[in-house]
């Protein structure tokens, strides 16, 4: 089961650095394909900025996930997998009644399933 979680943190962890790079460097290319459904295109340049601050904090949700990893302590490593897990599920859910439900099953769901699988181990 220890695979299977860390399999499941390092999938939610690239996600999360993909989503990264897609809103602060990819924005109004990679960005404006992803979330066509959801902004009009003029809107893509103006909110550049705001992506960009989003982009950085998904990076933060990653490198927390990717830190539990390297930590040495199991109950240590455990809470701070939960404690990001836990993130992002809250994230993506509030996105899902937000936004799209689309996030749910992208974002949120991968998380609860990372959480299970961590607390079953």
Same mark, same amino acid.
């Given at each position: 089961? &220890?695979?299977? =979680?860390?399999? +499941?943190?390092?999938?939610? #962890?690239? $996600?999360?650095?993909?989503?990264? %790079?897609? &809103?602060?460097?990819? %924005? &109004?290319?990679?960005?404006? &394909? ?5 902004? !009009? $295109?003029?809107?893509?340049? !103006? ?6 601050? /989003? ?5 933060? +949700?990653?490198?927390?996930? *990717? %830190? =539990?990893?390297?930590?040495?302590? !199991?109950? %240590? /490593?455990?809470?701070?997998? +939960?404690?990001? +897990?836990?993130?992002?599920?809250? #994230?993506?859910?509030?996105? #899902? ?5 689309? *996030? ?5 769901? !991968? ?11």
């Amino acid at each position: 089961m &220890e695979l299977v =979680s860390n399999i +499941l943190i390092a999938v939610v #962890a690239l $996600e999360h650095i993909y989503i990264l %790079w897609m &809103e602060m460097f990819a %924005w &109004e290319t990679k960005g404006k &394909e992803v979330f066509k459904a959801a902004l !009009p $295109e003029e809107l893509f340049k !103006p909110t550049k900025g705001l992506a960009a601050n /989003q982009g950085l904090y998904n990076g933060f +949700l990653a490198a927390g996930l *990717i %830190w =539990s990893f390297f930590i040495k302590d !199991p109950q %240590w /490593q455990t809470n701070i997998a +939960l404690f990001f +897990l836990s993130c992002v599920a809250v #994230a993506g859910i509030y996105g #899902a009644i937000s936004a799209t439900k689309k *996030i749910f099953f992208v974002q949120a769901l !991968p998380a609860i399933l990372a959480i299970i699988t961590v607390l079953l181990k």
